[in-house]
């Protein structure tokens, strides 16, 4: 069923859906936080000792995405540089069945944004910050309830500052 995880955007849409993200939460890619993080939000510190646990990361994401969206239902997905897509979660149970994973669901060299329909929850990750945000009840609560050690260090809850990154 992966292969049916991404649809394809018109072109107005898509770049209608990037605009309104972009307008809703104050988003610069070159700004840090890159986006103006709502409450609820829970953003950690990517892991920085040893090899990039890209596996474990991406598919946290995948997994906390499945438990905030709809069996039926979609989201948006963004980054910096390539068009904005549609994206089924309960179409992917394994982060590895999708091609490309290493890039959507990991801030691997570029932004991975996942923002619901309706703007009220989502997931970015920034490569230059070497963070990731869950944001809105349904990802925060998911993402503190599945994260079982992936990611450990804290540094903003709600837009405000906590700790010291690694």
């Not at 890209?54 to 039926?72: F, G, H, I, N, S």
């Not at 349904?138 to 906590?162: E, H, K, M, W, Y």
Request: charged fraction near 25%.
């Amino acid at each position: 069923m992966e292969q049916f995880a991404w649809a394809e955007l018109e072109v107005d849409l898509r770049r209608e859906v990037w605009l309104e993200f972009v307008a809703e939460f104050d988003f610069d890619a070159k700004a840090m936080p890159a986006f103006t993080e709502p409450v609820p939000s829970i953003t950690w510190s990517l892991p920085r000792d040893g090899p990039i646990p890209l596996k474990p990361v991406a598919q946290l994401v995948c997994d906390v995405l499945r438990e905030c969206v709809e069996y039926w239902d979609s989201m948006f997905h963004h980054d910096v540089w390539h068009p904005s897509a549609q994206y089924r979660p309960h179409r992917v149970v394994d982060v590895e069945d999708l091609e490309g994973w290493e890039y959507s669901h990991y801030p691997y060299r570029d932004f991975s944004i996942f923002v619901s329909k309706d703007m009220t929850f989502g997931v970015v990750g920034n490569p230059l910050e070497d963070t990731i945000c869950f944001f809105g009840a349904p990802p925060v609560s998911a993402v503190t309830r599945l994260n079982n050690g992936v990611l450990t260090q804290i540094l903003r809850c709600d837009g405000t500052f906590v700790g010291m990154p690694r």
